[in-house]
Nanobody, 123 residues
Framework: QVQLVESGGGLVQAGGSLRLSCAAS????????MGWFRQAPGKEREFVAA????????LYADSVKGRFTISRDNAKNTVALQMSSLNPEDTAVYYC????????????????WGQGTQVTVSS
């Protein structure tokens, strides 16, 4: 069992930066691939980024590549999403999630989810 709690969301102007954090409980955190997803109002949840259990492999959605960076600290059971050059299209609720296996771009591959944190980017 893994419990996930996101933090760090808020209101930021276009062009600004935010750092989201996800704190995980459970002794098996390091065995999970971790991902970030987001859901904007009226839209489906979409993949943002993922990082392998050891942190050596990362994957990003094309829409955030070069602007967002995912990282993890297995000693602290945390995963972070550093977001820069934010634009209004990045406005959404951001979720972190943990996956044992499967395609990391597919939200059905994830076993545990946080409650989400709101990110709002003003123009």
């Amino acid at each position: 069992q893994v419990q996930l709690v996101e933090s760090g969301g808020g209101l930021v102007q276009a062009g600004g930066s935010l750092r989201l954090s996800c704190a995980a409980s459970g002794r098996t955190f390091s065995s999970y691939t971790m991902g970030w997803f987001r859901q904007a109002p009226g839209k489906e949840r979409e993949f943002v980024a993922a990082i392998s259990w050891g942190g050596g492999n990362t994957l990003y959605a094309d829409s955030v590549k070069g602007r967002f960076t995912i990282s993890r600290d297995n000693a602290k059971n945390t995963v972070a999403l550093q977001m820069s050059s934010l634009n209004p299209e990045d406005t959404a609720v951001y979720y972190c999630a943990a996956s044992r296996s499967g395609s990391v771009r597919n939200d059905r591959s994830y076993d545990y989810w946080g409650q989400g944190t709101q990110v709002t980017v003003s123009s």
